[in-house]
């Protein structure tokens, strides 16, 4: 369970009220019983439900059982695409071990509505499901020219589908180990061809494919995510 809190053996802290209907209701816990807590920079605590009613909890940490992990350097920068497909890259992602995720605006992007809060709370419950320290931040759905404009330089890695581009596991390979990276995936109608052209200028893009078909973008997110985390790791 996630709590924004800090830990501390045998200081109680509130759950929330949806935490609480998720304890009691959903998973039939009641007072006494033992939970899991992590809250992003205290580590992982056992801890021991102390009152739980229809929208309120409250647990103590009883002792930690996992150091803190560090947050995950690697990015993945989706361009905004329908609601459901958003979702379930956001929560896919997080179990993939992603570190931020940034909504961006393309130029055949076809919504720019991105309702991060929520993709926030998806990246939380996929994080207490999967067992990791970190939940991924949310950053503000912003332009792709002013995302790459901003950029710091780290190696972004770029899904092309036109076939014009050399394998998404070559440029993996070619990562420095514990250098952190990042990936972006184009929305429903694809990149245009000006922007691949502005993407292929900049000197910390590597346009890169994932083979001969032709992905939905969250197939494209996934898949390239698996690809770079199993040969670059998650770039700390
Ligand atoms: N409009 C395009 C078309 O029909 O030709 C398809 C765009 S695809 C649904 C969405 C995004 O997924 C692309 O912009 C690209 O970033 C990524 N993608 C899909 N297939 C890919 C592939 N085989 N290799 C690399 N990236 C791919």
Known sequence: LYLDQPLEEGQEVPATPGQAHYLGGVMRRAPGDAVLLFNGSDGEWAGRIVLLRKDRCSIIPERQIRPQDPAPACRLLMAAVKRDAMDWMAEKATELGIGLIQPVLTRRSITDRVNTARLGGIAQE???QCGRLTVPRVAAVAPLHAVLDAWDGTPLLVGDERRESPPLAVAARALQPGV???????????????ELDDLRRRAFVSTTSLGPRILRAETAALAGLAVLQALAGDGN
């Open 126 to 128: 996929a994080a207490e």
């Open 180 to 194: 952190p990276w990042a990936w972006l995936v184009g929305p429903e109608g694809g990149f245009e061809r000006a």
